[in-house]
């Protein structure tokens, strides 16, 4: 019987190091997601992330322009203008409405001023990458997500992002 209880000892041991090995791995487990950067465990607050590719030292202007090229579409950009820093992330949006009484299919063409900006002007969402086909009457808000690359000369101060809307044939119904 004795041989019995210390084997029930030795179990008994070897279970509490157990649960206690597993409890004493929460707090490591968060220490090792923070020096490493995994922040799975670590509340958001903790967190620092920061883009460090902003160049707060400067502000480009981006204006807004649209066009529907013999389209019956209504098209705007909801802001005339905006100020940003290169390598900020940003999004505006577009309006169209379709005033037309049959769907029609369209697709955007970007254009930049000055014309080199475009090569820096880095879009990762855009209306432009495909085809939009609008119904009778509908109205849609678009989003443009975009960064502009700080590596923008620095006379560039301002840049004009223009969209021209054209009808994609066969795509839409003519009136």
Known sequence: MSENRRML???SIVASLMFG???AMVPFYK?????????SLV??????AENTQI????TVTIEF??????LPWRFRPLQAHIAVHPGELTTI?????NMR???????????YGPQLAGQYFNKLECFCFTKQTLAAGETRKMPVVFLIDPKLPADVRTITLSYTFFEVAGMGGKS
């Open 9 to 11: 000892v030795k179990l």
């Open 21 to 23: 090995f597993g409890y």
């Open 31 to 39: 220490q090792i997601c923070l020096a490493l950067g995994l922040n």
């Open 43 to 48: 509340p958001v607050s903790t967190a620092t």
């Open 55 to 58: 160049d707060f030292a400067r």
């Open 65 to 70: 322009d649209a066009n529907a090229h013999h």
């Open 93 to 97: 949006e577009y309006e169209v409405v």
């Open 101 to 111: 009484n049959t769907p029609v299919t369209g697709q955007a063409m970007p254009s």
